[in-house]
């Protein structure tokens, strides 16, 4: 059953070219790295999928859900569809308690009390449970992102977006998302990360998309063989520039 | 300067409350007004903006005692006759909701974008994400500015005057012509504003720290 489909999916800002004819299958339960040079239209192709930024052209289907039709309400794809931000986003007005059970109470109406159970819940997950009634900020790069990763699964989403999640993490930070995020895909969750963690991608990536120039040049489920022998130049290129150094 | 405000207690008075009645309307008028075009001027729709734009520069650039003579002098000829305190309160409203929109506008503007995508990506819709994100964060910022602008209104109200609005200014003009004595009078008249723009300064003051700190 797939989950999210690209079919033949342009993009352009302005005369700009950012996405050029994406065809791209998510299965459900699927864990999807996304690598690739900046400006390689990475993030955008991760912003499309929960309608952050709009396609131009093509199909795109998510979660049952038609992204191209103007009719489709984009508030029921995002409450199935959670997004984890390279700079968080955590409401700076909310305390981390109220990050994770405002958009469960205000969007799918759920009882408060439930709500926060099992907010506390998912905090202890991520290992911040002493951390529920401060404002983010006053918590570390490191917490903020564990904190909206519980926001995010507080949704229950059927799958979730990882933009970058750990680029603007101090080193020592980012195992710890890391391993939160290693800890859902286990989970069975539908996920498609961005990333420049390689490490991740070859240990908990069921699957590799390399992009460059807003095109996807390769997409294989070998991970470890992607590695070892990229077979178009342009990933043959970043791969060493990022092994070698 | 005490002979003018105990001889003409009573006319001061009656100033002052029409020059408190007009700002508190206007305020509330200017404050709502502008909130909606500052809302118009951040549209995903290019023609509201251009409405929401179009309103702002046209009136800011405009002297507070053309528009309020425009609401006394023209919409009496047309629509309906206004009295002075009617249009002199309109004016004023119209003129100050420019401002306001500017900088309510500026506010929003000044919360940082990732915080209206974090709601969004929940399902959140703009209105909700404006209302439980947004605007808390963004009234933080706007609160100093906005003090500014409610002090200006305050002030600005004597405008009043010119279209025979029963203001302080106006009461000031009739005593200076009774008495000559026009140094005291206006000395006594600038007693009375500020008699009422103290308190809001320091209002602002209070609200500053106990919403900006929060």
Redesign the interface.
Known sequence: MSMIEFHGVEKYYGKFHALKDINLTIDRGEVVTVIGPSGSGKSTLLRTINGLEHITEGELIVNDFDLADKHTDMNKIRKNVGMVFQHFNLYANKTVLENITLGPTLVLHRPKDEVQKEAMALLDMVGLVDQAHKFPAALSGGQKQRVAIARSLAMKPRAILFDEPTSALDPEMIGDVLDVMQKIAKQGMTMVVVTHEMGFAQRVGDRIVFMADGQILEDSRDVKGFFEHPQEPRAQEFISKIFNH | MFSIITDHWATLCAGLGYTLMASLIALVGSLVIGTAFALMEISHRKWVRLIGRAYVELIRNIPLLVITMAFFVIVPMFIVKVDGFTAGTIGLTIYTSAFIAETVRAGIESV?V??M?????????YT?AMV??VF??AIKIVIPPLGNQFINLVKNSSVLAFVAGFDLMYQAKIIANLTFDTFDTYLAVGVFYLVLTMPLSYLMRYLEKKWVTA
Request: proline share 6%; charged share 10%; net charge neutral.
């Open positions: 940082a990732g915080q995508e974090g709601a969004r990506s929940v399902g959140m819709s909700q439980h994100i808390p964060q």
